[in-house]
């Protein structure tokens, strides 16, 4: 299979372009395509034949579920048959947004779309392009990262052909994702509410609208049951090359670790206090968001390089940092 690239200069000058593309959602092809998050693999939710597609490119297990992506809040009827209180104060003020919902599943969504299980996650992305499309498809569209399954997900179209090209039908080019990690999930089904993945929405910002929830780590155990969330693997998000996580001041362990020719890449937590000779060394940011946005761009780059090692100093251990620390725990998880 060819992968057709469509570059993408803006919404208007781009409509015909956007609607071609969700034609060929309609008739069963996969589309990937920019969210405000990560890029999105997309296939028509209500098609199981299209879903099954998405499994099969990704390589993705078969009992982790696909977030639905859609472009209007009543859309959820289509694929939930609860909308509790919570989850109406929560889109009103995170939608769209990088906010996932998990909800009772509609027994008119295709089961493989949630793994079997009974929720469905469910999100309203921000980005024009991604919402534009679902308004011209006209179906919810089921969406994991467009990367095959356990990498590091993508934030760039050249991103997306390197890991899926010749497995999907088209890409939508529209440059650089700027949240960087996927959205904040949150389940409503359980009482109270549980955070099962974290994001760029914050703990603090979804208990000040409906009060305490639920969070501890949560790692898929058993290989056959359904996942209650996408991202919940103990590796995953996770670079070719080996990595590992470091506490910070660590010069001495990357001086070791480069001993012997062997080649290393260094995401920095700020400055240095010196830079080692043959050391790829990347400064990154010490804002939480800012640090996001970059983390997987740098992490492909690096993953690309030929390197024996990558080497990553830990961010702060606080709440701010939650979702970095967390995909950052995943990928250097080692089987």
Not at 32 to 61: C, H, M, Q, S, W
Not at 167 to 186: F, K, N, Y
């Amino acid at each position: 299979m060819e992968t057709r690239i469509v570059r993408l200069d803006n919404i208007e000058t781009s409509a015909t372009l956007i609607h071609e593309a969700a034609a060929m959602l309609r008739e069963g092809s996969l589309v990937a395509f920019p969210t405000e998050t990560v890029y999105g693999l997309g296939a028509n939710a209500l098609d199981a034949n299209a879903v099954g597609r998405i499994f099969e490119a990704k390589g993705r297990p078969a009992n982790n579920p696909i977030i639905v992506h859609i472009a209007e809040p009543e859309s959820v009827r289509q694929v939930a048959v609860s909308w509790p209180e919570n989850a109406e104060k929560l889109a009103h003020h995170f939608w769209p947004g990088p906010l996932t919902l998990v909800l009772l599943r509609s027994p008119a969504l295709p089961p493989i779309v949630a793994a079997g299980g009974p929720t469905v996650a469910v999100r309203m992305p921000a980005h024009p392009v991604a919402l534009t499309l679902i308004h011209a498809a006209g179906v919810p569209i089921a969406a994991p990262s467009a990367n095959r399954s356990g990498e590091v997900s993508a934030t760039t179209a050249e991103h997306v052909l390197k890991s899926l090209g010749g497995r999907i039908d088209m890409i939508l080019d529209a440059g650089s994702t700027q949240v960087g990690l996927e959205s904040t999930v949150l389940d409503l089904a359980q009482t109270p509410p549980r955070l099962l993945r974290p994001g760029h929405v914050s703990r603090a910002e979804i208990e000040k609208l409906i009060g305490p929830i639920a969070w501890s780590e949560v790692h898929g155990s058993a290989p056959t049951a359904a996942l209650p969330s996408p991202g919940l693997l103990a590796k995953h998000y996770a670079p070719r090359t080996f990595t590992e996580c470091i506490n910070p001041p660590g010069l001495e362990i990357i001086r070791q670790r480069s001993q012997h020719g062997s080649r290393v890449g260094w995401l920095a937590f700020g400055e240095p206090a010196e830079r080692i000779p043959g050391v790829v060394t990347v400064i990154m940011p010490q804002h939480p968001h800012d640090y996001a946005a970059r983390l997987y761009a740098e992490l492909h780059r690096l993953d690309a390089m030929g390197l024996d090692r990558i080497i990553v100093d830990w961010p702060p251990d606080n709440d701010e940092w939650l979702a970095v620390r967390d995909r950052l725990r995943r990928a250097s998880a080692h089987d």
